[in-house]
């Protein structure tokens, strides 16, 4: 884009829809104006869903929780101790609903890993032929996390032993400013393939204590023919198989699962993967990778029609050095869309940055420890100005907003935004990283906002993440591995989810988890697997 001045804006808005952590599909009025319920459920289902939630009806906290149960766009992971009647995980989903079944072989790939823990609260591990885990090479980092590899590779072996094997591959870092950042998993079954991706590592704290958001989604084997035709000369054009095997590819270190990943149909995902890899990414690459190929993706996701004014929202634990330049590229592309493809010198950039305050922190389940994850100094908040090298400013007052919805008294901030589903997440710090942007429609007397898209994953708000433009725009230079989903009205479209899962609270196992629910007693195993439908569904914020 341009690099004329461009100044920023905010506008006094209320972002509380981001602690929804689900998006609800079965609202009417969707953009085509169609109106459908894509769940198509049974009236038993149906009958099932509204007595688990009469419970919450009593009580008078919803009026209605049986969407909750429903297979959604993407969720936040379930808390522990959250409350004592499990309420605070309706609808959200702990790393053994994730990682369940019968599986063949999986990949995992993170910068943290505590293996006894994971092993401890998904048994079905140790029954895998094969669990590949990737991590970053730790020969320019501290010393710190040298040892925490070598602890890794130990904890590996010792899992071997229980009968799968579990290599540990490290993948190159360019120096000490990188990170290998993603947090994916990858399972294979007999019939289809499971894809999570996440903003939370393979750790206690941050799969029950922190807020994090999780897509994931089941994909079938290709059937014969497809795959007949992807081995001779007609490679695939589909979008998520080749962003997913070319990410691999990039880590060098993936091996077999580069081909593995291409075994399955992914023609009913439901996002698209937004991924960063290390390198100087030139033409035609340059918008393959990072905040180019955001920018790419958002030029055909459509507005919701009628909006009379839209904002952009960034939640972020980590904030990395910042400078006009990179802002001007970042939030311009994500201001992109079908309508207006660039953004002109001079624009209004309007968006908000999400932070918890010292009180919540402090007052989180965690307390002081949930700091450890969140990196922002008021350092890292100054911009520097590419006019006057050497000058750095603040960023605007009203970029930033609060995490939290409640007052230090524990009243709301805003009443008429609190929402229900699930109740009080501010008491688990955020680990989340999401970017979206939201409006209002002209006319709409509810002023319910509405979401044009939101991306999910593990980029933070950093050059090393989301890459810096070199060389008159020609040039992307990326230091990170990083990995997301951006999920839309337009990407949803023609995507029915499963019908509702049997039991009305996520799997709590392992040590982490309530007595009642490690009894050993079979569950039935959830379905990811979205199928083509003919209906479009509103995405809605709150």
């Given at each position: 884009?341009?690099?004329?001045?461009?100044?920023?804006?905010?506008?006094?808005?209320?972002?509380?829809?981001?602690?929804?952590?689900?998006?609800?599909?079965?609202?009417?009025?969707?953009?085509?104006?169609?109106?459908?319920?894509?769940?198509?459920?049974?009236?038993?289902?149906?009958?099932?869903?509204?007595?688990?939630?009469?419970?919450?009806?009593?009580?008078?906290?919803?009026?209605?929780?049986?969407?909750?149960?429903?297979?959604?766009?993407?969720?936040?992971?379930?808390?522990?101790?959250?409350?004592?009647?499990?309420?605070?995980?309706?609808?959200?989903?702990?790393?053994?609903?994730?990682?369940?079944?019968?599986?063949?072989?999986?990949?995992?790939?993170?910068?943290?890993?505590?293996?006894?823990?994971?092993?401890?609260?998904?048994?079905?591990?140790?029954?895998?032929?094969?669990?590949?885990?990737?991590?970053?090479?730790?020969?320019?980092?501290?010393?710190?996390?040298?040892?925490?590899?070598?602890?890794?590779?130990?904890?590996?072996?010792?899992?071997?032993?229980?009968?799968?094997?579990?290599?540990?591959?490290?993948?190159?870092?360019?120096?000490?400013?990188?990170?290998?950042?993603?947090?994916?998993?990858?399972?294979?079954?007999?019939?289809?393939?499971?894809?999570?991706?996440?903003?939370?590592?393979?750790?206690?704290?941050?799969?029950?204590?922190?807020?994090?958001?999780?897509?994931?989604?089941?994909f079938p084997r290709k059937k014969q023919q497809q795959q007949q035709q992807q081995q001779g000369s007609q490679p695939s054009t589909d979008d998520m198989e080749n962003h997913l095997a070319d990410f691999l590819h990039a880590t060098t270190k993936a091996g077999d699962w580069c081909n593995k990943v291409r075994e399955f149909d992914y023609s009913t995902a439901i996002g698209k993967i937004v991924a960063s890899v290390p390198g100087s990414h030139q033409?035609?690459?340059?918008?393959?990778?990072?905040?180019?190929?955001?920018?790419?993706?958002?030029?055909?996701?459509?507005?919701?029609?009628?909006?009379?004014?839209?904002?952009?929202?960034?939640?972020?634990?980590?904030?990395?050095?910042?400078?006009?330049?990179?802002?001007?590229?970042?939030?311009?592309?994500?201001?992109?869309?079908?309508?207006?493809?660039?953004?002109?010198?001079?624009?209004?950039?309007?968006?908000?940055?999400?932070?918890?305050?010292?009180?919540?922190?402090?007052?989180?389940?965690?307390?002081?420890?949930?700091?450890?994850?969140?990196?922002?100094?008021?350092?890292?908040?100054?911009?520097?100005?590419?006019?006057?090298?050497?000058?750095?400013?603040?960023?605007?007052?009203?970029?930033?907003?609060?995490?939290?919805?409640?007052?230090?008294?524990?009243?709301?901030?805003?009443?008429?935004?609190?929402l229900p589903h699930p109740p009080n997440r501010t008491s688990a710090c955020p680990h989340l990283k999401t970017f979206l942007k939201y409006g209002h429609r002209a006319g709409d007397s509810s002023k319910r906002p509405e979401l044009a898209w939101v991306y999910v994953g593990s980029h933070n708000l950093s050059k090393a993440a989301w890459g810096e433009l070199q060389?008159?725009?020609?040039?992307?230079?990326?230091?990170?591995?990083?990995?997301?989903?951006?999920?839309?009205?337009?990407?949803?479209?023609?995507?029915?989810?499963?019908?509702?899962?049997?039991?009305?609270?996520?799997?709590?196992?392992?040590?982490?988890?309530?007595?009642?629910?490690?009894?050993?007693?079979?569950?039935?195993?959830?379905?990811?697997?979205?199928?083509?439908?003919?209906?479009?569904?509103?995405?809605?914020?709150?």
């Open positions: 884009m341009g690099r004329g001045h461009t100044r920023w804006s905010t506008a006094r808005t209320n972002t509380n829809s981001l602690k929804r952590g689900v998006i609800d599909l079965t609202q009417d009025d969707a953009h085509d104006g169609t109106a459908e319920n894509p769940q198509d459920l049974t009236q038993d289902a149906d009958e099932a869903l509204a007595k688990r939630a009469e419970p919450a009806r009593k009580k008078g906290r919803v009026s209605e929780t049986a969407w909750l149960w429903r297979c959604q766009p993407f969720y936040l992971n379930a808390i522990v101790d959250y409350g004592r009647d499990g309420e605070g995980s309706e609808g959200c989903l702990s790393i053994r609903d994730v990682i369940d079944g019968p599986v063949q072989e999986m990949l995992l790939a993170s910068m943290r890993f505590d293996l006894p823990w994971l092993v401890d609260e998904c048994p079905v591990m140790k029954t895998m032929r094969r669990i590949t885990i990737l991590t970053g090479d730790p020969r320019h980092q501290p010393q710190r996390k040298v040892d925490r590899v070598e602890e890794l590779r130990q904890d590996a072996t010792n899992l071997q032993s229980h009968g799968p094997k579990v290599p540990v591959e490290v993948c190159p870092l360019r120096d000490a400013y990188a990170s290998f950042h993603p947090k994916l998993i990858i399972l294979t079954y007999a019939d289809h393939i499971r894809v999570c991706i996440a903003s939370a590592n393979f750790t206690y704290s941050n799969w029950w204590r922190r807020n994090q958001a999780i897509y994931v989604q089941d033409a035609p690459d340059v918008n393959r990778w990072g905040h180019m190929r955001m920018r790419e993706l958002l030029k055909n996701q459509p507005d919701p029609q009628d909006w009379t004014r839209s904002h952009l929202v960034c939640q972020v634990p980590s904030v990395g050095s910042l400078d006009e330049d990179f802002i001007e590229d970042l939030i311009g592309g994500l201001c992109v869309s079908p309508s207006h493809p660039e953004i002109a010198e001079g624009t209004h950039l309007t968006w908000q940055l999400i932070l918890p305050t010292v009180d919540e922190v402090r007052n989180s389940l965690e307390g002081w420890v949930a700091g450890e994850a969140i990196h922002v100094t008021k350092d890292r908040l100054l911009v520097a100005d590419k006019r006057e090298p050497g000058k750095r400013e603040d960023l605007p007052p009203d970029v930033f907003h609060r995490w939290g919805y409640h007052k230090p008294n524990g009243e709301p901030a805003c009443r008429g935004a609190a060389d008159n725009d020609n040039k992307l230079s990326i230091r990170s591995y990083e990995l997301g989903i951006l999920i839309s009205p337009h990407t949803l479209r023609g995507r029915t989810p499963p019908p509702p899962h049997t039991t009305p609270h996520t799997q709590l196992a392992g040590s982490s988890s309530s007595s009642s629910s490690s009894s050993g007693a079979a569950t039935q195993m959830r379905s990811f697997m979205w199928r083509k439908s003919n209906h479009t569904g509103q995405f809605l914020a709150g």
